[in-house]
């Protein structure tokens, strides 16, 4: 989610300097834009965050939960709120892991689920592959991959 990532930049090292419009943009056809996949990202995080605590959301696969839509009328503020979440999400992941016993880290979380091992490594995958995204996303913006440091 932040700092150095040996794959490439981190999820928000990725989405520095980028602007509400650009993060609402589409510059390539049928692919998500910045926003959705950054909203995409807290319903995971936080999905992850409740499956640890033994809860387990309803989300259908590629459902609006699973995607939330952006916002009809992207703002800066908006937008800054949605970068606000992304990082509370990821904090309060964070304290969650930080919180779960290590002698559980390798037992289902329930019968027939994956550990928590399991699910924070996933978190973490699936950070990157959007971050990923966002990258390709930005350079068909004519964005750098990361904001250059100044």
């Known amino acids: 989610m932040h700092g150095p ?4 930049p981190s999820l928000l090292e990725a989405l520095e300097g980028v602007s509400a419009k650009d993060a609402a943009a589409r510059p390539i056809r049928e692919w998500k834009s910045i926003w959705e996949l950054t909203l995409h990202a807290i319903v995971w995080q936080d999905a992850v965050r409740a499956h640890l605590a033994g809860r387990w959301p309803k989300i259908v696969l ?5 995607w939330p839509p952006q916002p009809a009328r992207p703002t800066a503020a908006a937008w800054a709120t949605a970068l606000a979440k992304l990082k509370r999400s990821n904090r309060a992941l964070e304290q969650a892991a930080a919180r779960f016993p290590a002698a559980k880290l390798d037992r289902p979380l329930k019968e027939g689920a994956t550990s928590a091992y399991v699910q924070l490594h996933g978190a973490v995958q699936h950070n990157l592959w959007h971050g990923g995204q966002i990258v390709a996303l930005k350079r068909a913006l004519g964005l750098p991959a990361v904001k250059p440091k100044a």
Do not use: N, Y
């Open 5 to 8: 990532a040996w794959s490439g």
């Open 62 to 66: 590629g459902g609006p939960r699973d």
